[in-house]
């Protein structure tokens, strides 16, 4: 199946409550590409690549976020895959 590629950008109080760190670890075990950063607007984004599924449940994580977190609202925007190899935070 064809990789897709997301951009998400998440709201509410998504920063300093390990975010990025949470998106990585499930981009990680699902085998997905991306990155994840803070925003100075107090938002966090989130661009992730692969196996269309993955994506997907990595998407419905983001709408939870980590324990600490309160997720306002995910915006999502479909992307060309660029084949990105791993996961960082930027």
């Known amino acids: 199946m064809?990789?897709?590629?997301?951009?998400?950008l998440i709201s509410?109080?998504?920063?300093?409550?390990?975010?990025r760190a949470g998106a990585?670890?499930?981009?990680?075990?699902?085998?997905?590409?991306?990155?994840?950063?803070?925003?100075?607007?107090?938002?966090?984004?989130?661009?992730?690549?692969?196996?269309p599924d993955a994506?997907?449940?990595l998407e419905r994580w983001c709408h939870r976020g980590p324990p600490a977190a309160s997720?306002?609202?995910v915006e999502a925007t479909e992307e060309p895959p660029e084949g990105l190899a791993s996961f960082v935070i930027r």
């Open 2 to 8: 064809a990789a897709v590629r997301r951009r998400l």
């Open 12 to 19: 509410g109080r998504v920063q300093g409550v390990f975010f």
């Open 24 to 51: 990585q670890r499930h981009a990680e075990r699902a085998g997905l590409a991306g990155w994840a950063r803070n925003l100075g607007d107090g938002r966090v984004e989130v661009v992730v690549e692969g196996e």
């Open 55 to 57: 994506v997907e449940a």
């Open 71 to 73: 997720v306002a609202g």
